[in-house]
Antibody, heavy 119, light 108 residues
Framework: EVQLVESGGGLVQPGGSLRLSCAAS????????MSWVRQAPGKGLEWVAT????????NYVDSVKGRFTISRDYTENSVYLQMNSLRADDTAVYYC????????????WGQGALVAVSS | DIQMTQSPSSLSASVGDRVTITCRTS??????LNWYQQKPGKAPNLLIY???NLQSGVPSRFSGSGFGTDFTLTISSLQPEDFATYYC??????????FGGGTKVEIK
């Protein structure tokens, strides 16, 4: 069974940093693209970042380019989102998701981690 | 970037009703259109991929259709567990992968 478990969320001041982790199990981790998708309180879904199975390709939504970095660790079967220079509008639940490249859909999702940026 | 417009933004319906949700894209996405269901406090769940393909485990009362810029999600007979918010997502030219604004299906 595919499982994705996020951790690392919390309250951070504007300008601060936070690193989210997503532990993956139940599938061959290196075979799959992984993504982060966020949802601001009461709002819709927004794709944030995606990383290829071998880590050779990374993509970001324009609003986080230069501030967020997606990475993955094959010994830990985990994907990470390093978030720097956080702003109030980064406040959201961040979901880790497995992305199927062939049809470009998000097939499996974690339970989400809340990131709140406030002074 | 491709823009997504869902309609309606919300609707009220009764158990047993046929419900149709529309998603329009700002340019053609061929059949690269997916649908998700999200219940309050939960992660989204993939319902339909590539316009009309039912994800494993999804009830057959859900169906999708369309091509190009106009797509629909249909629930043939609304069940109590179907009250949720539904999102479309285009996958024609990723990245970015963009989502529609959502349609909240409420109990009448």
């Amino acid at each position: 069974e595919v499982q994705l478990v996020e951790s690392g969320g919390g309250l951070v001041q504007p300008g601060g940093s936070l690193r989210l982790s997503c532990a993956a199990s139940g599938f061959i981790f290196s075979n799959y693209w992984m993504s982060w998708v966020r949802q601001a309180p009461g709002k819709g879904l927004e794709w944030v970042a995606t990383i290829k199975g071998d880590g050779s390709e990374k993509n970001y939504v324009d609003s986080v380019k230069g501030r967020f970095t997606i990475s993955r660790d094959y010994t830990e079967n985990s994907v990470y989102l390093q978030m720097n220079s956080l702003r109030a509008d980064d406040t959201a639940v961040y979901y880790c998701a497995r992305w199927r490249r062939s049809q470009s859909e998000f097939t499996h999702w974690g339970q989400g981690a809340l990131v709140a940026v406030s002074s | 970037d491709i823009q997504m417009t869902q309609s309606p933004s919300s609707l009220s319906a009764s158990v047993g009703d046929r419900v149709t949700i529309t998603c329009r894209t700002s340019q053609s996405v061929n059949t690269y259109l997916n649908w998700y269901q999200q219940k309050p406090g939960k992660a989204p769940n993939l319902l339909i991929y590539a316009t009309s393909n039912l994800q494993s485990g999804v009830p057959s009362r859900f169906s999708g259709s369309g091509f190009g810029t106009d797509f629909t999600l249909t629930i043939s007979s609304l069940q109590p567990e179907d009250f949720a918010t539904y999102y479309c997502q285009q996958s024609y030219s990723p990245p970015p992968m963009t989502f529609g604004g959502g349609t909240k299906v409420e109990i009448k």
